[in-house]
């Protein structure tokens, strides 16, 4: 069964600072997706960034950015300039293309000091 | 478009007593998820569902049953409610790549 780890319950970063945050997974599958979902207070849960398996390259939506690493089963998101309004819970998610749940890491809580 | 809809919003329930989640999403969606979040974890899979009529168990489905008649809509029963069931309960549905989320149903059981 897949898994998905993310060995950092809090992290704290500077407003304007750059952070990232670690997800690691684990399967036996060559082709799969990946997400990074933001939880905020109102509990909405917002996709933040994805990236197919078969694709090499890291993908990018504005200030945030993965480094996806297939043979480490690694895929970290790093926030650039850190905004006051990136306070979240940020989950990393699995998909399966072979059974199609989406399986999700315990989160990390990131602060945004001023 | 709505998007992905859960009623109710909130809701306390007696141990004991049953009750029906109810999710709808107006997008044509074939694929549709039960979430439950407990206090500072992540997202538990309880149900899923690849179309109408078909549905298969996630993570932990114990406690739970799920139909799904429609596309549309897939509701979640709870029945002979406990006090391991409070949760914040997330409905999503998906048709390509990501899942788009419900804004959850915050339930506890007393």
């Excluded at chain 1, 504005?62 to 300039?81: G, T």
């Excluded at chain 2, 139909?67 to 048709?95: G, H, K, M, N, W």
Aim: aromatic content about 12%.
């Amino acid at each position: 069964a897949q898994t998905v780890t993310q060995s950092q319950p809090e992290m704290s970063v500077q407003e304007a600072e750059t952070v990232t945050l670690s997800c690691t997974y684990d399967t036996s599958e060559s082709d799969y997706y990946l997400f990074w979902y933001k939880q905020p207070p109102s509990r909405q849960m917002i996709l933040v960034i994805r990236q197919e398996a078969y694709k090499q390259q890291n993908a990018t939506e504005n200030r945030f950015s993965v480094n996806f690493q297939k043979a480490a089963k690694s895929f970290s998101l790093k926030i650039s300039d850190s905004q006051l309004g990136d306070a979240a819970m940020y989950f990393c998610a699995y998909r399966s293309p072979r059974d199609d749940k989406i399986i999700f890491g315990k989160g990390t809580r990131l602060h945004i000091l001023p | 478009n709505a998007g992905v809809t859960q009623t109710p919003k909130f809701r306390i329930l007696k141990i004991g007593q049953s009750m029906t989640l109810q999710c709808a999403q107006d997008m044509n969606h074939n694929y549709m998820y039960w979430y439950r979040q407990d206090p500072g974890m992540g997202l538990k899979l309880i149900y899923y569902s690849v179309g109408a009529g078909i549905t298969d168990k996630g993570e932990v489905p114990n406690g739970y049953n799920v139909s799904r008649s429609t596309t549309e809509d897939f509701p979640l029963r709870l029945e002979l409610a406990a006090p391991s069931q409070t949760s914040v309960y997330f409905c999503a549905s998906r048709i390509r790549t990501e899942a788009f989320f419900g804004q959850g149903t915050r339930l506890t059981v007393v």
